[in-house]
């Protein structure tokens, strides 16, 4: 399958508070999950990636992990800032071979409130 | 700035008219990549070439259809518009062949069918 699921669609938070996006993927070869963040008007920018052999990776308030056995990985964002409201994808490779692509899901708006 | 050039920026057209997007890749990166993103549907992947050849394939219409020429930039062609077409079209470039790596995006080519 080539289907890379994103919940939730929409996600509000008060300043401070901590943020959980949430992709599963169905394509068992994939291998590599980067996160792209998007703000209005702009174009899609990555924000932070892992790769299969890695549970967990962490920059300064932002961090993802990764189940492969359940297929599953998220984005949390720490300490959120009005700054960070943007839209959020997830994306997972699909395929093998040099022929693997990008697959996003179809993203997470994200809100923090002052 | 990614670094990455598509032109026009903003297309406005009626349907079944033919329109041509042009990208211009960073400077080094072989591989570029064309997404379709409408409001409901996210980020969607057309259609991948490295080095001058087709790499991967996601849901393109047959109405579209793209290249990379031998410089490396990108033409991405739409024909027999309709307005389910309009959307913002995306160029993004890398240094990978496979869909590894950080994708650089353009700043994207607003379409619009009437």
């Known amino acids: 399958g080539e289907n890379v699921e994103q919940h939730p669609s929409t996600l509000s938070v008060q300043e401070g508070d901590s943020a959980v996006i949430k992709c599963t993927y169905s394509?068992?070869?994939?291998?590599?999950f980067p996160w792209y963040k998007q703000e209005l008007g702009k174009r899609p920018q990555l924000i932070i990636d892992?790769?299969?052999?890695?549970g967990e990776k962490k920059d300064q308030r932002i961090a993802v992990t990764l189940n492969k056995t359940a297929k599953h990985f998220s984005l949390h964002i720490t300490e959120t800032q009005p700054e960070d409201s943007a839209v959020y994808f997830c994306?997972?490779?699909?395929?093998?071979?040099?022929?693997?692509?990008?697959?996003f899901g179809k993203g997470t708006k994200l809100t923090v409130n002052p | 700035d990614s670094g990455v050039t598509q032109t026009p920026k903003h297309l406005i057209t009626a349907t079944g008219q033919r329109v041509t997007l042009r990208c211009s890749p960073r400077?080094?990166?072989?591989?570029v990549y064309w997404y379709q993103q409408s409001l409901d549907q996210g980020l969607q992947f057309l259609i991948q070439?490295?080095?001058?050849?087709?790499?991967a394939k996601g849901n393109i219409l047959e109405r579209f259809s793209a290249q990379q020429f031998p410089d490396l930039h990108s033409e991405l062609n739409l024909s027999s518009l309709e307005l389910g077409d309009s959307a913002l079209y995306f160029c993004?470039?890398?240094?990978?062949?496979?869909?590894?790596?950080?994708?650089?995006f353009g700043e994207g080519s607003r379409l619009t069918v009437l």
């Open positions: 400077s080094g990166d072989l591989s």
């Open positions: 070439y490295y080095n001058g050849e087709e790499r």
């Open positions: 994306a997972a490779s699909i395929g093998q071979g040099g022929s693997e692509k990008l697959v």
């Open positions: 394509d068992s070869a994939s291998n590599y």
């Open positions: 892992i790769r299969s052999n890695v």
């Open positions: 993004a470039s890398s240094a990978t062949r496979g869909g590894y790596g950080e994708l650089f």
